[in-house]
C-alpha cells in the first residue's frame, strides 16, 4: 500500500512538473523556462554538494567517536532525496527540494522519521520468547 502511494506521488510531481513547466513557456517564453530550469540545477548542484560534504564529515565524526550515525545516515539519505528532485527538470520538483537543502529543517525531519526507521529493525532483532542464560547452578537444600 505504501508502495503504491509512493508511485502515484511521483506521477503526480512528474505531471505537476509537465504543467508548470508548460505554464512558464506560455507565460514569459520557452527561453526563461529553460533558464529557470538550468539555473536550479547548477544551484542545486552547488547546494548538494556542499550538503552532502558536510553530512559526510558528520558521518565519520560519529564513527571515529564510536558512535551509531544513525541521524547522519538519514539526512544523507534525504540529501539523496532532494538531489533525485533536483535533476529532474521542474519547478514543483525543485520546490520540493529546497526544504530537504535547509541544514535546520532536514534534521528536524531526520529526528521526526528517525523512530519509524528504526522501528522495523527493532522489531526485526527483539528478543523473541524466553531467554535462557549459560552458566552453573547449586542447588542447596
Do not use: K, N
Not at 39 to 63: E, K, P
Request: positive net charge; hydrophobic residues 55%.
Amino acid at each position: 500500500m505504501f508502495r503504491l502511494a509512493l508511485v502515484w506521488m511521483a506521477v503526480a510531481v512528474i505531471g505537476l512538473d509537465l504543467f508548470s513547466l508548460i505554464a512558464v513557456g506560455r507565460h514569459w517564453g520557452v527561453l526563461w523556462a529553460l533558464a529557470v530550469i538550468l539555473l536550479g540545477f547548477v544551484m542545486g548542484v552547488s547546494l548538494i554538494r556542499r550538503q552532502g560534504m558536510d553530512t559526510v564529515s558528520r558521518l565519520y565524526r560519529r564513527l571515529m567517536a564510536g558512535e551509531l550515525p544513525a541521524i547522519e545516515l538519514l539526512e544523507g539519505m534525504l540529501v539523496l532525496l532532494a538531489g533525485l528532485l533536483l535533476f529532474m527538470p521542474g519547478l514543483v520538483s525543485d520546490l520540493l527540494a529546497l526544504p530537504l537543502l535547509l541544514p535546520g529543517l532536514r534534521a528536524r525531519l531526520a529526528h521526526g522519521l528517525l523512530p519509524r526507521w528504526l522501528r522495523p529493525f527493532a522489531a526485526r532483532h527483539a528478543p523473541r520468547g524466553p531467554h535462557t542464560l549459560p552458566g552453573e547452578y547449586r542447588r542447596e537444600d
